[in-house]
């Protein structure tokens, strides 16, 4: 059964490093999506891409947020320079008709 | 923006009973999804459920689209059905997916 796979499962970085976490989409899925859960709370939106651009993003996803999807199959978040608080587990998602999937996550922890 | 809210935000039970899971919404929906997170964090989808009834084993859901509420039945409930349980809607084309709280399910053997 085709699955979102996200790269790596798990990052450890230093505050202030930049951080590309890699996401393969569902092949033939048009919608594509960053969710961020911080422990124990909800699964917050990021950013929802479509047609190659950005089509929506939360108030979260400032200028230190990127989003590229350079080859046709990957999609990837950058953050350039990484905070604290950027410390969660970050899914990416896709869907085409409507049902979206969620990729296994990427947990980010920043010192 | 819409509002997911989720009941009960947590829930103890032995194993064996049956449990209700509700998520009322503000907005109509084209989409409505629950998901399971296990304790690994994985997001495991259930149910996509925009109107009416759907089964899979032990796990039915129901949402009553002009009522704006889903409801998610697990019946003889296992260790393994613990986790939190995510409702979420999808806005009008299809820009984001938006997340209740979470019910956390805790089922003890």
């Known amino acids: 059964e085709p699955e979102v796979t996200q790269t790596p499962s798990h990052q450890v970085t230093q505050m202030g490093q930049e951080v590309i976490l890699r996401c393969v989409p569902i092949?033939?899925?048009?919608?594509f999506y960053w969710y961020r859960q911080i422990l124990g709370q909800k699964v917050e939106f990021l950013v929802s891409f479509y047609n190659n651009e950005i089509s929506e993003k939360s108030e979260i996803f400032d200028d230190q947020f990127s989003v590229e999807r350079p080859d046709g199959s990957n999609f990837t978040l950058k953050i350039r320079s990484t905070k604290l608080e950027d410390s969660a587990m970050y899914f990416c998602?896709?869907?085409?008709?409507?049902?979206?999937?969620f990729g296994e996550g990427s947990r980010l922890t920043v010192l | 923006g819409i509002q997911v809210e989720q009941s009960p935000p947590d829930l103890i039970l032995q194993e064996g009973a049956n449990s209700t899971l509700r998520c009322n919404f503000s907005d109509s929906v084209n989409n409505l999804q629950w998901f399971h997170q296990n304790p690994w964090g994985q997001l495991i989808n259930l149910f996509y459920?925009?109107?009416g009834t759907k089964q899979n084993g032990r796990l039915s859901a129901t949402t009553v689209a002009t009522e704006r509420y889903s409801l998610l039945y697990i019946s003889s409930s296992q260790t393994t059905d613990s986790g939190v349980y995510f409702c979420?809607?999808?806005?009008?084309?299809?820009?984001?997916?938006?997340f209740g709280q979470g019910t956390r399910l805790t089922i003890n053997p």
């Open positions: 092949s033939n899925h048009l919608y």
């Open positions: 459920i925009p109107s």
């Open positions: 998602a896709s869907g085409y008709t409507g049902e979206l999937f």
């Open positions: 979420a809607l999808l806005t009008q084309g299809a820009q984001k997916l938006v």
